[in-house]
């Protein structure tokens, strides 16, 4: 033994988690030896990356396994690596304290689940699965060494809140996790982890296509009629005649992305998925694929059912993991995968690249760019091949999971603009409980019609109430219902869909009176309706040719014009944008991300037929010094800010002139 023993506590949120991992999240006990396991082979993997990218690690890989041994009289059972190990410090950060900022969301997502499937799902996405030894464990011995290094370190602890650590001479380089088993109870699920049965079966179901052996002695045949050699060492009295016992490799060891799409079960792919991913649904779409050519690799990539915790956050990992020729070489390859797809888990195995290969190198690599766009184009079309299939609640659960992400690559990815689109799926007017794709508003599109009609807001209810939306829903124009935050950046960027380009009914001149006679006149009845509807406006604008320039004088602090609307039927006013301006959601959401923007007049938009606003008009002519129209004109603006959802300028003296009002006209 080295150094003396140190004891140190857990961190807060550590010790929760510890109880509720060995009390209440994992349902099915075996999982424990799955999670122990592929730590042990992600630490194989770790040491023959570093053993061919550090040339002055002296270490042997020539032979990289994981060993389960199991001893009966003691009740332990040891998963044993010889992979790259951990130094005192990084035990005290990744097991003292999880190392997760997102440690306390993740306690709270926990709680917050509704069944334990779901907090399964959440552990397993947080990477914490270590923990699961408990529940089968009342003490976890680990000992360590890290290639490179000289010293062994000792962890032990009974998960009830402290956990010692001291240093350790003479341990091999690799990591033992030995756990002193609790009695067998099989009310509680626990099963009898020392038998061998046991183990091959949870190894087996779990672990088989682990790259490197997973290995355990045989058990002896008690029954078996001893050799001649056995009898001639007995009677010599050879009491050293016992020989190590044999090891048996309990995993297949197959790559499956090597082995031909029909040799593959949907449960060894299901299995597959859960092994590279952490997660405990299956996936909801497989992708198998293979290239050969110029440049030769064969992809293996799964859509998951669900998002991860972490789908939008700054520290999210993303990419699939490059093999070459089945060497592992990194995970996480972001130069594989753009960031807009960073929900796709899975393995690409090159034939031609080099085992040196940096992530600098692959960022620019001319054939990892052409791999990277074929993957694209496979993940796109199976999503396209849901969206086309029977089952129209499939994919609106997969859209629902991925679509704010998926639109994310409407900035980013020039090149699928066009695919990105046709998976779009959107609330609209059409139906209340039914999205609808791009594809099928424009079939549904009335005559003539040439741009398609959408609002951006926080929520349904928001934009269905919206004064914008009168005169559209009067006219049985569908509108798109826009609530995601992203929305309202991409409709600006993107410049059409199917040849029609996308217009905010809350931006811009909307006439759709004139839009409707424009469509009769195509079947030549609709020149004495568009004179008219023209002569019509014409009268209006004479009538109120004074009110609008004063109001607009009134409230020039907060608009840069006050004129007529026509997309008004039964609200007074609203509020909109010119054609290129930034919406107020934007503005807020720059705002937020700490980018001081420089505030945008917008535009106030009377309806002419609305009582008070031809009440206001009269006694404007009456007399245009009165200062009651001041306020009253100060409250239908606020009135229109109120009602698409904003923020009034000064709540208080809102609030004064209304109670002011109210009280004159009682």
Same mark, same amino acid.
């Given at each position: 033994? *080295?150094?003396?023993? #140190?004891?140190?506590?857990?961190?807060? #949120?550590?010790?929760?988690?510890?109880?509720?991992?060995?009390?209440?999240?994992?349902?099915?006990?075996?999982?424990?030896?799955?999670?122990?396991?592929?730590?042990?082979?992600?630490?194989?993997?770790?040491?023959?990356?570093?053993?061919?990218?550090?040339?002055?690690?002296?270490?042997?890989?020539?032979?990289?396994?994981?060993?389960?041994?199991?001893?009966?009289?003691?009740?332990?059972?040891?998963?044993?690596?010889?992979?790259?190990?951990?130094?005192?410090?990084?035990?005290?950060?990744?097991?003292?304290?999880?190392?997760?900022?997102?440690?306390?969301?993740?306690?709270?997502?926990?709680?917050?689940?509704?069944?334990?499937?779901?907090?399964?799902?959440?552990?397993?996405?947080? @990477?914490?699965?270590?923990?699961?030894?408990?529940?089968?464990?009342?003490?976890?011995?680990?000992?360590?060494?890290?290639?490179?290094?000289?010293?062994?370190?000792?962890?032990?602890?009974?998960?009830? *809140?402290?956990?010692?650590?001291?240093?350790?001479?003479?341990?091999?380089?690799?990591?033992?996790?030995?756990?002193?088993?609790?009695?067998?109870?099989?009310?509680?699920?626990?099963?009898?982890?020392?038998?061998?049965?046991?183990?091959?079966?949870?190894?087996?179901?779990?672990?088989?296509?682990?790259?490197?052996?997973?290995?355990?002695?045989?058990?002896?045949?008690?029954?078996?009629?001893?050799?001649?050699?056995?009898?001639?060492?007995?009677?010599? *009295?050879?009491?050293?005649?016992?020989?190590?016992?044999?090891?048996?490799?309990?995993?297949?060891?197959?790559?499956?992305?090597?082995?031909?799409?029909?040799?593959?079960?949907?449960?060894?792919?299901?299995?597959?998925?859960?092994?590279?991913?952490?997660?405990?649904?299956?996936?909801?779409?497989?992708?198998?694929?293979?290239?050969?050519?110029?440049?030769?690799?064969?992809?293996?990539?799964?859509?998951?059912?669900?998002?991860?915790?972490?789908?939008?956050? &700054?520290?999210?990992?993303? *990419?699939?993991?490059?093999?070459?020729?089945?060497?592992?070489?990194?995970?996480?390859?972001?130069?594989?995968?753009?960031?807009?797809?960073?929900?796709?888990?899975?393995?690409?195995?090159?034939?031609?690249?080099?085992?040196?290969?940096?992530?600098?190198?692959?960022?620019?690599? &001319?054939?990892?760019?052409?791999?990277?766009?074929?993957?694209?184009?496979?993940?796109?079309?199976?999503?396209?091949?849901?969206?086309?299939?029977?089952?129209?609640?499939?994919?609106?659960?997969?859209? @629902?999971?991925?679509?704010?992400?998926?639109?994310? @690559?409407?900035?980013?990815?020039?090149?699928?603009?066009?695919?990105?689109?046709?998976?779009?799926?959107?609330?609209?007017?059409?139906?209340?409980?039914?999205?609808?794709?791009?594809? #099928?508003?424009?079939?549904?599109?009335?005559?003539?019609?040439?741009?398609?009609?959408?609002?951006?807001?926080?929520?349904?209810?928001?934009?269905?109430?919206?004064?914008?939306?009168?005169?559209?829903?009067?006219?049985?124009?569908?509108?798109?219902?826009?609530?995601?935050?992203?929305?309202?950046?991409?409709?600006?960027?993107?410049?059409?869909?199917?040849?029609?380009?996308?217009?905010?009914?809350?931006?811009?001149?909307?006439?759709?009176?004139?839009?409707?006679?424009?469509?009769?006149?195509?079947?030549?009845?609709?020149?004495?309706?568009?004179?008219?509807?023209?002569?019509?406006?014409?009268?209006?604008?004479?009538?109120?040719?004074?009110?609008?320039?004063?109001?607009?004088?009134?409230?020039?602090?907060?608009?840069?014009?006050? &004129?007529?609307?026509?997309?008004?039927?039964?609200?007074?006013?609203?509020?909109?944008?010119?054609?290129?301006?930034?919406?107020?959601?934007?503005?807020?959401?720059?705002?937020?991300?700490?980018?001081?923007?420089?505030?945008?007049?917008?535009?106030?938009?009377?309806?002419?037929?609305?009582?008070?606003?031809?009440?206001?008009?009269?006694?404007?002519?009456?007399?245009?010094?009165?200062?009651?129209?001041?306020?009253?004109?100060?409250?239908?603006?606020?009135?229109?800010?109120?009602?698409?959802? @904003?923020?009034?300028?000064?709540?208080?003296?809102?609030?004064?002139?209304?109670?002011?009002?109210?009280?004159?006209?009682?």
């Amino acid at each position: 033994m *080295g150094s003396s023993t #140190e004891t140190l506590e857990f961190q807060a #949120e550590t010790r929760q988690l510890l109880q509720l991992v060995i009390h209440s999240i994992y349902s099915n006990k075996d999982i424990f030896l799955r999670e122990l396991i592929s730590n042990a082979s992600d630490a194989l993997d770790k040491l023959r990356l570093e053993s061919l990218t550090d040339s002055t690690l002296d270490v042997d890989t020539a032979d990289l396994h994981i060993t389960l041994d199991v001893d009966k009289d003691a009740r332990t059972l040891t998963v044993r690596d010889n992979g790259i190990g951990m130094s005192r410090d990084e035990i005290v950060e990744l097991i003292g304290t999880i190392a997760k900022s997102g440690t306390a969301r993740l306690l709270e997502k926990i709680k917050d689940a509704k069944d334990a499937a779901a907090a399964q799902s959440l552990i397993g996405q947080f @990477g914490v699965g270590f923990y699961s030894a408990f529940m089968v464990a009342d003490k976890v011995t680990l000992r360590t060494r890290r290639a490179g290094t000289a010293e062994g370190t000792q962890w032990e602890s009974d998960g009830e *809140g402290t956990y010692t650590i001291q240093a350790v001479d003479d341990l091999p380089v690799g990591t033992s996790v030995t756990l002193h088993l609790k009695p067998v109870d099989s009310e509680d699920g626990l099963a009898d982890y020392l038998a061998s049965w046991k183990i091959r079966q949870i190894v087996k179901q779990y672990s088989d296509f682990i790259r490197w052996p997973i290995r355990m002695a045989a058990e002896p045949n008690t029954d078996a009629a001893p050799t001649a050699e056995a009898e001639a060492e007995a009677e010599a *009295g050879d009491t050293n005649a016992e020989t190590a016992p044999h090891m048996d490799t309990l995993n297949s060891m197959k790559a499956l992305w090597a082995r031909q799409r029909s040799e593959v079960s949907e449960s060894e792919y299901n299995e597959f998925y859960k092994q590279i991913s952490h997660d405990w649904l299956d996936p909801a779409e497989t992708i198998h694929m293979r290239a050969e050519g110029t440049f030769e690799y064969e992809a293996l990539l799964f859509i998951p059912s669900q998002a991860p915790f972490d789908l939008f956050s &700054r520290e999210t990992k993303r *990419g699939v993991q490059l093999y070459v020729k089945r060497v592992f070489i990194m995970d996480d390859c972001e130069a594989l995968m753009p960031n807009y797809l960073r929900f796709v888990k899975g393995v690409v195995d090159a034939h031609d690249l080099s085992l040196n290969i940096s992530r600098e190198i692959l960022q620019h690599d &001319r054939q990892i760019q052409g791999v990277r766009r074929r993957l694209v184009k496979k993940v796109l079309g199976a999503l396209k091949s849901v969206q086309a299939g029977d089952d129209a609640e499939r994919y609106a659960k997969l859209w @629902g999971q991925f679509g704010r992400v998926l639109k994310e @690559g409407l900035l980013e990815d020039a090149d699928n603009t066009e695919a990105l689109l046709a998976l779009v799926s959107a609330e609209s007017t059409h139906d209340a409980e039914k999205t609808t794709s791009l594809r #099928e508003y424009v079939e549904r599109m009335k005559e003539g019609q040439d741009a398609i009609y959408y609002l951006t807001g926080e929520t349904r209810a928001t934009v269905e109430n919206s004064p914008h939306m009168e005169a559209f829903a009067a006219k049985g124009y569908e509108v798109l219902i826009l609530t995601d935050p992203i929305d309202e950046v991409w409709v600006e960027q993107v410049p059409g869909f199917d040849g029609h380009r996308f217009q905010s009914i809350a931006k811009g001149q909307v006439d759709l009176d004139l839009d409707e006679n424009a469509d009769a006149d195509t079947d030549g009845a609709g020149d004495s309706d568009g004179q008219e509807a023209a002569s019509a406006k014409a009268k209006r604008e004479k009538d109120f040719a004074a009110l609008l320039p004063w109001m607009t004088t009134t409230l020039s602090e907060h608009v840069k014009q006050v &004129r007529l609307s026509s997309r008004l039927t039964t609200s007074a006013a609203c509020i909109v944008g010119d054609a290129h301006d930034m919406t107020p959601t934007l503005e807020k959401m720059y705002r937020a991300m700490g980018q001081q923007m420089p505030p945008v007049k917008r535009i106030l938009e009377l309806n002419p037929a609305h009582p008070l606003v031809t009440a206001l008009r009269t006694a404007h002519e009456a007399n245009a010094e009165d200062p009651a129209l001041t306020e009253i004109t100060e409250l239908v603006y606020g009135s229109a800010l109120l009602a698409e959802g @904003g923020d009034l300028p000064d709540p208080a003296r809102f609030t004064r002139l209304l109670t002011s009002r109210l009280t004159h006209t009682l």
